[in-house]
């Protein structure tokens, strides 16, 4: 019996030892996915760290925030990777994350001078439409709610995007932007609580547009080849969404964090972004974009709030929203 | 009697005691961490009071309308009739997203209705607002009802319906003294069931109700957790979700409490009375509108899934494994909490309706702050990922216990009536009376319990997203995630494979309880 236990016991301290450092990745769902950027990177990272990087998936962007709250100081997170410039105020005021030390060169329209978030992808909102059955796509806001064109919007209270909507609404119209909205009521045919649910019913032809990205019609014309969806561009300009990771102060494993987050920025991460999350990289990678990815809305036509100007408008903007759609 | 009391009340408290550690631990657990509950504010009440209007209206709607269908269903023999209940019943299985973009394809802007309304040169009819969320709702609980309701009927001993032939009776008498005390007996819960589904509606609210308008309490939950981080207002919002079901529960259960039909002799043969020319047109018209309305938008997923389904990934295969392991065990825990509360309710028979409250908590309480909840009270004991299998077993099993609950109790009662003084003068008690007298009177009820139980856990997506763990993904996540990356058309085949897994889990499970009906 003795000589049994003390082998055991022998192997588990040599398993102990043996362990390689665990790196944890806090991140949305549709990240860590079959068709994300997970698996791609975390075999890369694996390659290089000699450590094992375990991603744990939360819903969404602010699912992950509400989750990593409700874990305070003891999460197991060493990493948060998927929130954007809309949730960093609320994530930087939960005095959670550590300062990331580093200053990388950036291919982003805006200026980055966050200390606490570093972004790995960045895209900017637009209706996305079918060029067979819409002609002629508004060139503006004004233009839109003007016409009798149909469009499908997310809510903001429950997705990323729509929240997207109501930032972009308000950077363009400023105080106008009620009255933008009443004008908008009655092309919404309606809001839906995600983006899948909206993209979903605009490709069976429920609206002429949906909400989405720029860079939605390259994964048409990439991954299936069809030519036929555009985005209208207007002329106030595209609202912009930066996705950030960044990096928790308690973290047993601050070194990996520190490696994960310089990773983050370089070819193996950033290339396989492109075609696996839709949205352009936030290092242009060595290779360029993908043939037929398409250009991005130039720095000109930007509009973005930062994430101090974001929390403060926010519950302003969404009764706006609310008031003039609640009819 | 008092040793079978006895171990009875002792299986029910158990089965309450964990019911409770699914619902109100959890929503206390929120509003402690919370530190309080603020009052709600008059946004708040406008919330409610729409969500308590299209509740109502969806409840009341689906019952009344099932009762035609059902009572054409009872009387009715064709060929395929079976398959046509077993069908019936797929939209209240369907995960919500797919049965929306079901309807969408039929009664949307771009859909069947209305191209053939502006093919006949008439105007168009848009869907979204108060009435596509009772449509949506309609189309999703008739089924349910109808079961319900056909239980009730087939409930009814053929030795009535012959007595009553026998006793000269026409139709008018047969509704008086055999089918009106049956609907009073059943119509209560079926409406109540369908009207807490409806009160902790989301995405059919929010998609089918075209905007901010039709907020549902739930909505606002969502919005109080992921957009605020309002724990208390969060907490605060599913008390008075919680306090307008039990209110719920009490009134229906008032009016619920009438004795069964009385007892039979299961004899085949000589059913529901199936009456002259002009009934049979009337049965006719019920199944075919139901039919047409129930199984379209079903037709329309399938059309646009189907040609999909062969070329899905592997991970889609392998989650779809999962998923349907994953609700076998809910499906044995839910019957394991649903007997014993529905027979200790049929004992209890008006003294209370304690037990049938505790049985719709799991309606009561919003699924995200139960997801909330147990995630805070788990966190200490184990990594959330290893616990994300057992919870989603024990939270689809909660979820599936008001149904089956009152697919049960009605039978139970029945039971407890006719058979339970015979059982109690004979000694029969403990393992013996189960097996011999309660699993075999009960089959029917038992096998359509597990049959809802099953594929409720096949579809069931949203609790506890927090628990997630990336490597094991359950087939309706896999098919949010396949759209997520703009795959529509594999998610369409996702779709049709969750149906027919859905669909087929249901058939077996209700198959093996009716083999007589």
Known sequence: MRPFLIAAGLTLATQAMAQTPVLTVYTYDSFVSDWGPGPAVEAAFEAECGCDLRFVAAGDGAALLARLELEGATTDADVVLGLDTNLTGRAAATGLFAPHGLTPALDLPIGWDDPLFLPFDWGHFAFVYDSTKLADPPGSFAALAASDISILIQDPRSSTPGLGLLMWVKAAEGADAAAMWEALADNIVTVTPGWSEAYGMFLEGEADMVLSYTSSPAYHRIAEGDDTKAYAAFAEGHYLQVEVAGKLAATDAPELADAFLAFMLSDGFQAVIPETNWMFPAVTPAGGLPEGFGDPVPAERTLYLPPEEAAAVRDAALAEWRDALAR | MARRAGTLNLAAGAAAAGVGLLTLVPLAAVAWRAGGLPAPGPADWAVLRFTLWQAVLSATLSAGLAVPVARALARRRFAGRGLIITLLGAPFLLPVIVAVLGLVAIFGRAGLMNAGLSALGLPTVSVYGLGGVVLAHVFLNLPLATRLILQGWLSIPS??????????????????????????????????????????SFAVALVLGGGPGATTLEVAIYQAFRFEFDLGRAAALALMQAALCLAAVTVAGRAASRPGPGAGLDRAGARVPAGGIWRRAVDTLAIGLATAFLLAPLAAVVVSGLPNVAGLPPAVWAAAGRSLAMALAATGLALALALPLALAAARAEGRGTGWGAIAMLPLAVSPMVVGTGLFLLLRGLAPPAVLALPVTVAVNAAMALPFAFHALLPAARALTADYGRLADSLGMAGLARLRLLTLPRLRRPLGFSAGIAAAFAMGDLGVVALFGDPDRATLPLQLYRLMGAYRMEAAAGAAVLLMALTLGLFWIFDRGGRADA
Do not use: D, Q
Not at chain 2, 178 to 197: N, S, T
């Open chain 2, 159 to 200: 030795e009535r319906f012959r007595l009553a032939e026998s006793l000269g009776m026409g139709p008018a008498e047969v509704r008086r003294f055999l089918e009106a005390p049956m609907l009073a007996a059943v119509m209560p819960g079926a409406w109540l069931a369908i009207f807490l589904v409806c009160l902790t």
